[in-house]
């Protein structure tokens, strides 16, 4: 996934992701974001957080050398040549690449050893390699398990949300930042894989304990779906990974007929645009999702036909809400399809765009910018909700769906 967001891929994890500040809580088991179809390159390039769209996005794995000509980006070719300068003179393509990006001033650009960029990918397929915890650094420093996934290592040795995490493999995490954590968890200083066990410190009131967890893939659950008493169906989706909007678009048709629709985004930090339009989909009869350039090349991104197109819909969105969601926010809202209740999101609207290197690393650069329908820009704005949360978001998104016209 290139839109690092909620799930930070394993590089930007260890670099400190600029990313993963911004989030209350990350899947401290990693993973990733969206993706555009990149130029000529892996599978995947990013419009979001580091991820990209539906013509801007991942496992569809067509290259954006259809989308955007077979010419690379002027700045991938920078990139390129110095990595095969490097490799000439027998030094490391990989490292040159990385002081060439770092040079650029590109704010999302990135680099990833060929093993890392496939990990990447895999997660975007909703999988990931990890001991299935979820964490957040709390004012004071501490790390605290704030969700435990069910039938992941974690769960099966009993840890619980609220507990305390001390250290791991010797290594004390008080005052870390959440993406050393995930490193740490992850293993990937020493690219980790399932089977590879990891020794956690935990406490729990006075007790004080250490697990020894096997490291296992699991898969993400990106979305969440839940009836509220009134009937009310609210749908979490914590990142676009693979199949999501078709599960949108599947909750969307089981829920009652006449109740309303609260759509989730909170927290969400991209992750494939194909996945953004096809959540569009379910909520749009065909039209525009957002358009996007390539170098100076204008594209369109268009909903599918069909979509439910009359049902009360509110979107909650927050200052984790990035990337391929905030495309997803600004199409609801622009359309005028749904009342979106929150707080600014965040504000990452570049389109990035992978490519392979000689020694088969990849260079991930930022190669254009998107905007919503109504040919607003996001990045470095974000999305301004029609309604301010309040003290209790979900509670305000249900009032709002009652005056949409929703009977609870």
Known sequence: MSGRDLFCPPRRCRAGAALTFVFASVLVAGAATGSLPGAGAPPGADAGAGAGAAALSGPARKSAADAAGSAAPAGHQEVAKAAAEAMADGKSPMEAAERAVSRSGDRWGAVYSEGEYEEFQESLD?????????????????????????????????IHAGDRLRSIDGEKTDG????????????????APAGTTVTLGLQRGTRAWTETLRRARLSTHSVTVKRLADGVTVIKVVAFTKGVGDTVRSAVRQAPADAGVILDLRGNSGGLVTEAVTTAS???????????????????????PGGDTTRPLVALVDGGTMSAAELLTGALQDRGRAVVVGSRTFGKGSVQMPSRLPDG??????????RTPGGHSVDGRGITPDLDAGGDAMRRAQTVLTGLGDPS
Not at 176 to 191: K, Q, Y
Not at 282 to 304: K, S
């Open 126 to 158: 909703g999988q990931y390699t990890g001991v299935g915890l979820w964490a957040q650094r709390e004012r004071d420093g501490r790390i605290e398990v704030t969700k435990v996934q069910t039938g992941s290592p974690a769960a099966d040795a009993g």
């Open 176 to 191: 870390l930042p959440v993406t050393e954590v995930v490193s740490l968890l992850r293993g990937d200083a020493d690219d």
């Open 361 to 370: 690393s990849v260079a991930e650069l930022t190669v254009g910018h998107y």
């Open 282 to 304: 379910a909520f749009l009869d065909g039209g525009l999702v957002a358009t996007y350039d390539v170098d100076g090349r204008q594209r369109a991104l268009h909903a599918e």
